[in-house]
């Protein structure tokens, strides 16, 4: 009986005493005691009725616990549903609606709220401090489980990403996307055994969840598991550490600490950028700073890794590297599809193992981004360098990446549009020098309303994640069109930066 996913993760470090995770702020668990853990969740969620394939969605601050339900789900064939800490409830009621899961885990505060939007399913809690009734039902649990067998093509996750029309799509995920992908990203990036990863990242998405976690685990090295990303206690943690995977904003807020020398990151193997485009300028301090040049790589959640820097041999900045092994990157017409020739730009499309099998109950929208022949249509548009070297030059969707998390402004625009005495809006990203990217909205008022640019934010913002709010909102007159009629964001843009 094999599971796919789980057997080469976690499977084989049944008895190990190697240790898996150096808990911030103390404390070590073994690869041995993880995996017992993991059996004991297995035993609450069979317990509970879930059978193979159904949902099981996960809203809690980061703790090895809950790094531990996404190993339990992988052993029980469950699909895991990872959601972001920041999500409000009316964010979480449609993903619920959606996915339908047959258990909720969230934080004991939360539980109250999460119970009006439960639709059916079972409600577990589990605090940042590992606490809870998920936690109390664990310990209680038996420490054998048969691992589910799972094939290659079983669902494994879903984790939503939204969509240009304002609804989020449920990006499916099965074992052998996950699974090949690290495979390819622990060879690429040389990990061991030998390697400790200071973790800083969430694990609600592919970056922190699929890429860090997965790399380490079927390597066997360590993680220092950091709750949040902090500055201060990354320095003091990096002594210990030989790789980081982060987002841009974590390179850009450590050269701003003094304290980060080249002297701090000597000993330090490997520094890997991806999920939102690092600046050449960062690039370059990074490298002047440290004497380390900065990995940089190319993913979505819908194709885990696409791209990456060389290990050995340059890392080029402005550009994400050459495709995986295994991976097929081609520039198409973005009208066409046809493939462009060397050197034009034009929208990336990506074919492989790691790419997704579709969105959740949505064949129309997979079939608009998935081709038959498997290439996926990413949005993204892009250039081949005369060195292969894959450029990302901007994005054929609608798209705010903040600090790395993604914000549709379509999201935004549909709340701002449904508001009395609201004409129409527009909201776009102008240059942020710490998340990269931030969000304005500019808002036209029906003809002879005046509207309060403060008094809109108040009735948006219950509604959306903290990352996602406007962090300015100004009344205009009119929006900037072409002669098609649709609004010109990149005039906006070019409007408020600055
Ligand atoms: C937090 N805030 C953000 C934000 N993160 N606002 C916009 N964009 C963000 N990314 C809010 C906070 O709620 C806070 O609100 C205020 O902004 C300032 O917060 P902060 O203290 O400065 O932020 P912090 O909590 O330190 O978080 C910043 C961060 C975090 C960069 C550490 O955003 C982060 O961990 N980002 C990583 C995202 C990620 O993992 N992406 C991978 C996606 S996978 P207030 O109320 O205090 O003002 C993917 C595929 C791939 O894309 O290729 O990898
Ligand atoms: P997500 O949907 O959260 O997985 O975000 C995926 C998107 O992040 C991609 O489609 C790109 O637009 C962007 N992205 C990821 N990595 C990079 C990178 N290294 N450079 C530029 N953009 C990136």
Known sequence: MTNVLFDPLFGRHTDSTAPFMFVEGGGTLTYGAFVTL???????????????????????????????????????????????TAYTTSELSYFLGDAEPRLVICAGKDAAAMTEILNGAALLTLNANGTGSLS??????????????C???????????????????????????????????????????KDVLLHALPIF??????????????????????????PEAVLADLPRAT?????????????????????????????????APLLADTHTQFEARTGHRILERYGMTETNMNASNPYTGERRSGTVGFALPGTEIKITDPNTGAELPQGETGMIEVRGPNVFG????????????????????????????????????????????????????????VLLDALPGVNESAVFGVPNADFGEETIAVVVPETGITLDPAALLAEITPHLAR?????????VRDLPRNTMGKVQKNILRKTYSG
Request: net charge neutral; proline share 4%; aromatic share 8%.
């Open 38 to 84: 993991s059996a004991q969740l297995a035993n609450v969620f069979a317990g509970l009725g879930l059978a193979k394939g159904d949902r099981v969605a996960l809203q809690v601050a980061k703790s090895p616990m809950a790094l531990a339900v996404y190993a339990a789900c992988v052993r029980s064939g469950l699909v895991l549903l990872p959601l972001n």
């Open 136 to 149: 109390d039902a664990a310990a209680i649990a038996a420490e054998n489980h048969d691992v589910v067998a």
């Open 151 to 193: 094939a290659a093509g079983d669902l494994a996750a879903i984790l939503y990403t939204s969509g240009t029309t304002g609804r989020s799509k449920g990006a499916m995920l099965s074992h052998a996307n996950l699974l090949s992908n690290a495979t390819v990203l622990a060879d690429l990036w040389q990990f061991t055994d």
């Open 205 to 230: 998405h592919t970056h922190g969840l699929f890429v860090a976690v997965n790399v380490v685990a079927l390597t066997g090295g360590a993680m220092i598991f950091h709750a949040a990303f902090k």
């Open 243 to 275: 790789a980081l995977m982060g987002v841009p904003t974590f390179y850009t807020r450590l050269l701003a600490e003094p304290a980060f020398t080249r002297d701090a990151a000597a000993h330090m193997r490997l520094f890997v950028s991806g999920s």
């Open 358 to 413: 579709g969105y959740w109950r949505m064949p129309e929208k997979t079939a608009e981004e998935l081709r038959e022949n498997g290439f996926f249509i990413t949005g993204d548009l892009g250039q081949i360098d005369p060195d292969g070297y894959l450029m990302i030059v901007g994005r054929q969707k609608d798209l705010i990446i903040s600090g790395g998390y993604n914000i549709y402004p379509k999201e935004i625009e």
């Open 467 to 475: 990352f996602k709010h406007p962090r300015r909102l100004e009344i």
